[in-house]
């Protein structure tokens, strides 16, 4: 069975960085086509994607977050951590950690963590 | 950025009714779209990936279609589980875009 469960501050000031980690199991990020991926969902709002983190360490990050943001992995934790810099009280949002799904070229987030509320705000 | 619009953005629907959803990207997304349901205060969860493969474990009530830029989720009868917002993802390409959601209430 995969879990993953997020773990960070709840409150930040604006202009610090955010610093969360996913704690995973049921899987391991050494086994081929495996990733991890960072979502968040401001009150109210829709849901955004910000990174994701492949097995053999390459990345990929939103576009539009790209400057701000740093995924990285710890296998032998079973742990994906994300940064953000610059905090903004817009950044106000539940951030969630995703296992992320593959069949042929084909991916999705299944399961997810359950989230972690994180509020900037001085 | 591929742009995923959802509509309607929200309905008012009876527990046996046939909801339709729609989701329609900016560009050509062949078969690259996943659809989610998200509870209040719940993480989303997977319902249908690659536009129509119902993941294990949804019930069969559900349904996904469309290839190209239009694409449809079907619940053919809501049960009271269903109420709930619902989300569409594609993934053409590596800078991930998911839909504005679509809420579910009861009428």
């Known amino acids: 069975q995969i879990t993953l469960k997020e773990s960070g501050p709840t409150l930040v000031k604006p202009t610090q960085t955010l610093t969360l980690t996913c704690t995973f199991s049921?899987?391991?990020?050494?086994?081929?086509?495996?990733?991890v991926g960072w979502i968040r969902q401001p009150p109210g709002k829709a849901l955004e994607w910000l990174a994701l983190i492949h097995w053999n360490d390459d990345k990929h990050y939103s576009p539009s977050l790209k400057n701000r943001l740093t995924i990285t992995k710890d296998t032998s934790e079973n742990q994906v951590v994300l940064t953000m810099t610059n905090m903004d009280p817009v950044d106000t949002a539940t951030y969630y950690c995703?296992?992320?799904?593959?069949?042929?070229?084909?991916?999705?987030?299944?399961?997810w963590g359950q989230g972690t509320l994180v509020t900037v705000s001085s | 950025d591929i742009q995923m619009t959802q509509s309607p953005s929200s309905l008012s629907v009876s527990i046996g009714d046939r909801v339709t959803i729609t989701c329609r990207a900016s560009q050509s997304i062949s078969t690259y779209l996943n659809w989610y349901l998200q509870k209040p205060g719940k993480a989303p969860k997977l319902l249908i990936y690659a536009a129509s493969r119902l993941q294990s474990g949804v019930p069969s009530r559900f349904s996904g279609s469309g290839s190209g830029t239009d694409f449809t989720l079907t619940i053919s009868s809501l049960q009271p589980e269903d109420f709930a917002t619902y989300y569409c993802q594609q993934n053409y390409n590596m800078a991930l875009t998911f839909g504005g959601g679509t809420t579910v209430e009861i009428k």
């Open positions: 049921g899987f391991s990020l050494t086994t081929d086509r495996v990733s």
């Open positions: 995703a296992h992320r799904g593959i069949y042929s070229n084909y991916v999705w987030f299944d399961p």
